[in-house]
């Protein structure tokens, strides 16, 4: 692609966004031209559309390696980088999914402004995934958060999904309102709001200690609150139970993968290593927030995980399942060495990648469930296999993944996460990473033995609708290939990114 002009470099940034946007306005257009009976495949526009802005997003290609100035663009809004396109890519494909399986919820199959609203959540995902300014940072997650608010609570009459969206609503203010005036803190000490002009100025050593750190504090109770890590994690699994479950899985998968993508950037760019700052004796902010995402992970980890022992509702299962996984991920984060090698941001981008691909296969079949049984609860889901054994395949092959098992995707993103913790010298993070990969077994494979070895009540086939068949081979297919002959070159794709957080001014 060319980025011989700026106009040229600035248009391409911005261009999965541009055709969201576009695609945005065809849903509602097509919600107001189109006949009752047509608007049940709007989702389709949707789903296949993102899917498409996906594929765009990851040929596009970005500038050269090492140029920061060529990468910085829009004012220095947005960053065109590797990282920026891993990350976006994940949320685009999150959001496809996302729309394919909602069509197999009647009540959400023909809105189109549901899909439209879902479509601009995914926009603000994207935009977080490349911010590299504070003002971009806060209007990104705030544009995903306000729509998810929404989203979650969409179903009016059902007193579920309300709850849901006023608790997520409520909690998510609050942790907005402590990250802005973090934020605020930071652009009051510095004056600038590029995050790696502020990286420069706080590494000087200029400023007193404690205002930095109280802001280091602020900011890091937003991005914990986005995770699900502990202790910002109380919200979750009442709003994973409450909401339309499309939108518990692109909660728990483009929102998370985003925060993640923008927690990466945001760290490196504003608390650098000392080793990657020019200038005599700058001041290392850098351990604080290492040790602080290393406690996160063992707390996060290890309460996830004991707390999904005792749940019988599957929806919440997965709650406390994906604050386990944020405490995997955060192992990553902790494990960012100043060596350039870039193997725990990487790790982070891989495993991110396929967490996005299981949680969203394991949501496909529960919906699924729901539909045809009108139950959520583990117990019901005795004989399922033997129902529908491809859907209790591609559910066991998403639990295997979460779990760590091979030849899921999963097995590989853990292995790459505790080799970049031991290669960090902190050994006891990946222990502890280890232990708890043994307690998530047991509720997974909980799960497989009542799906597999108890009588179901029903011999009847639970239908499969072509939107499902779509989610379900795509997802399917990425989890087992990912964790095969597509080990390479996404591994491969996720260094590239991980090296861009070393490219500092």
């Given at each position: 692609m060319d980025f011989s002009t700026d106009a040229q470099a600035s248009v391409i940034a911005i261009l999965p966004e541009i055709l969201m946007v576009a695609l945005a306005v065809t849903v509602l257009a097509l919600d107001v031209v189109w006949r009752r009976a047509q608007r049940t495949d709007i989702g389709y526009v949707?789903?296949?559309?993102?899917?498409?802005?996906?594929?765009?997003?990851?040929l596009v290609g970005t500038p050269p390696r090492g140029d920061l100035s060529d990468q910085l663009l829009l004012g220095g809004m947005i960053r065109h980088d590797d990282l920026a396109q891993i990350f976006r890519v994940m949320v685009i494909l999150a959001g496809g999914i996302g729309c394919l399986i909602t069509m197999g919820i009647p009540r959400l199959r023909a809105r189109g402004d549901f899909y439209a609203v879902l479509i601009v959540s995914i926009i603000g995902a994207s935009l977080a995934s490349a911010a590299a300014d504070l003002i971009m940072v806060f209007l990104a997650v705030e544009t995903l958060s306000i729509t998810l608010y929404a989203l979650a609570g969409y179903l009016r009459d059902d007193d579920a999904s309300t709850e849901a969206g006023l608790k997520y609503f409520l909690f998510g203010a609050f942790a907005s309102a402590l990250s802005l005036y973090g934020l605020s803190l930071v652009y009051g000490l510095t004056g600038k709001t590029n995050i790696y002009e502020l990286g420069r100025l706080l590494s000087t050593g200029d400023l007193s200690d404690p205002p930095v750190v109280i802001a280091l504090g602020l900011v890091m109770v937003g991005f914990a609150f986005k995770i699900s890590a502990v202790p910002f994690h109380f919200w979750t699994p009442d709003?994973?139970?409450g909401a339309p479950t499309s939108i518990t899985a692109v909660l728990s998968t483009a929102s998370k993968a985003a925060s993640f993508g923008l927690l990466l950037r945001f760290l490196f760019a504003v608390f650098p290593p000392p080793a990657l700052i020019a200038g005599t004796d700058p001041t290392d902010y850098s351990a604080l927030w290492v040790q602080l995402t290393a406690v996160l992970a063992v707390i996060s980890m290890t309460l996830g995980n004991l707390l999904a022992l005792v749940q019988s509702?599957?929806?919440?299962?997965?709650?406390?399942?994906?604050?386990?996984?944020?405490?995997?991920?955060?192992?990553?984060?902790?494990?960012?060495?100043?060596?350039?090698?870039?193997?725990?941001?990487?790790?982070v981008a891989f495993y991110l990648f396929m967490y996005v691909l299981s949680n969203m296969l394991a949501f496909a079949v529960v919906i699924l469930f729901a539909s045809a049984t009108g139950s959520e609860q583990i117990r019901d889901l005795a004989g399922f296999a033997r129902?529908?054994?491809?859907?209790?395949?591609?559910?066991?092959?998403a639990l295997l993944?979460?779990?760590?098992?091979?030849?899921?995707?999963?097995?590989?993103?853990?292995?790459?996460?505790?080799?970049?913790?031991?290669?960090?010298?902190?050994?006891?993070?990946?222990?502890?990473?280890?232990?708890?990969?043994?307690?998530?077994?047991?509720?997974?494979?909980?799960i497989v033995k009542v799906m597999y070895m108890e009588e179901s009540?029903?011999?009847?086939?639970?239908?499969?609708?072509?939107?499902f068949k779509w989610a379900l081979t795509i997802s399917a297919a990425g989890v087992l290939l990912f964790g095969t002959l597509l080990v390479t070159p996404l591994l491969d794709w996720a260094t590239d990114a991980a090296h861009a957080l070393y490219v500092l001014l």
């Open positions: 949707a789903g296949f559309g993102l899917l498409g802005i996906a594929a765009i997003v990851f709003v994973y139970e509702n599957i929806k919440r299962l997965l709650a406390y399942s994906t604050i386990a996984h944020a405490g995997y991920v955060l192992i990553g984060v902790a494990a960012i060495s100043t060596d350039k090698s870039g193997d725990g941001a990487a790790a129902r529908s054994p491809w859907l209790g395949l591609a559910m066991t092959v993944s979460l779990a760590g098992i091979p030849p899921a995707a999963g097995f590989v993103g853990k292995f790459l996460l505790f080799r970049a913790a031991v290669d960090a010298g902190l050994v006891w993070l990946a222990l502890a990473g280890v232990a708890n990969v043994i307690i998530g077994l047991y509720y997974y494979l909980v009540p029903s011999d009847e086939a639970v239908p499969v609708s072509t939107p």
